[in-house]
């Protein structure tokens, strides 16, 4: 387009060209530069990325907000024990029993649940909401039945959220990774097995699945969902109506 402009540009009319020049080498940039978040503008995208123990969420979920921007983890509250080099508010934000129940009780939680058959998990509502406001993507590492309790609420249902499953290669492969870490007795390994398997079976529920045969592969299609949700043409009406509910 460059080199047609040009020939038609009579004398005189250099600086026109320089312009255009110019021009077409902002937008170039701008387009590198920005290539999530500027198919859409106002109320950022709220992602939950759920799947089995052991699938590698975490890894993905730390690269993925690395690498991106505009786009902020919400660290979820746990009651379990920190594991050996996880932080308070980074890893997840450790309660006892009592902290939970009281904000339970006060209505602070979007969700909250019982996992693995002993431990409370649960996604603080304010955090979310802020950032969604000032146009932030916001990624949640979630298990299914938060999953589902998000989406039953009117405003988070698709587009207010989007539901990403990620799954292992394979059965055999998901056993050596959880065996691998060396962090569960056999009765807790057991447990997660199992909660494996029925989490698994829901996989139907989401928008998108995404399998962790490969760090880098998974880590560019999470990036690849995360585009097409921002280029994604809801109607402005529509996505109005789901924020005010």
């Given at each position: 387009?460059?080199?047609?402009?040009?020939?038609?540009?009579?004398?005189?009319?250099?600086?026109?060209?320089?312009?255009f020049s110019l021009f077409v080498f902002f937008v170039s940039f701008v387009v590198k530069e920005r290539a999530?978040?500027?198919?859409?503008?106002?109320?950022?995208?709220?992602?939950?990325?759920?799947?089995p123990a052991g699938v590698g969420k975490t890894t993905l979920l730390s690269r993925l907000v690395a690498?991106?921007?505009?786009?902020?983890?919400?660290?979820?509250?746990?009651?379990?024990?920190?594991?050996?080099?996880e932080v308070d508010g980074v890893s997840y934000h450790f309660w006892d029993e009592q902290r939970f129940q009281d904000a339970v009780n006060r209505g602070e939680f979007l969700e909250h649940a019982v996992v693995h058959g002993a431990r409370h998990y649960g996604t603080l509502a304010k955090f979310v909401e802020e950032q969604l406001d000032r146009g932030?993507?916001?990624?949640?590492?979630?298990?299914?039945?938060?999953v589902e309790q998000i989406r039953r609420m009117a405003r988070y249902r698709y587009p207010g959220s989007v539901a990403i499953f990620?799954?292992?290669?394979?059965?055999?492969?998901?056993?050596?990774?959880?065996?691998?870490?060396?962090?569960?007795d056999s009765q807790s390994l057991a447990v997660r097995l199992k909660t494996a398997e029925e989490e698994m079976n829901r996989v139907g529920e989401y928008?998108?699945?995404?399998?962790?045969?490969?760090?880098?592969?998974?880590?560019?299609?999470?990036?690849?969902?995360?585009?097409?949700?921002?280029?994604?043409?809801?109607?402005?009406?529509?996505?109005?109506?789901?924020?005010?509910?």
């Open positions: 387009m460059t080199e047609f402009f040009y020939h038609e540009a009579h004398e005189g009319h250099e600086e026109l060209l320089l312009f999530v978040g500027e198919c859409s503008v106002g109320r950022g995208k709220f992602f939950l990325v759920a799947g690498e991106e921007r505009g786009l902020v983890k919400a660290v979820s509250v746990t009651t379990r024990k920190p594991r050996l080099g932030m993507d916001v990624v949640k590492d979630i298990d299914v039945q938060g990620i799954m292992p290669p394979s059965k055999e492969e998901l056993f050596q990774r959880l065996t691998g870490r060396a962090s569960e928008d998108y699945v995404v399998v962790n045969d490969s760090l880098e592969h998974a880590l560019q299609m999470l990036k690849a969902i995360r585009i097409a949700e921002h280029c994604r043409n809801v109607p402005v009406a529509v996505a109005s109506a789901g924020a005010r509910e």
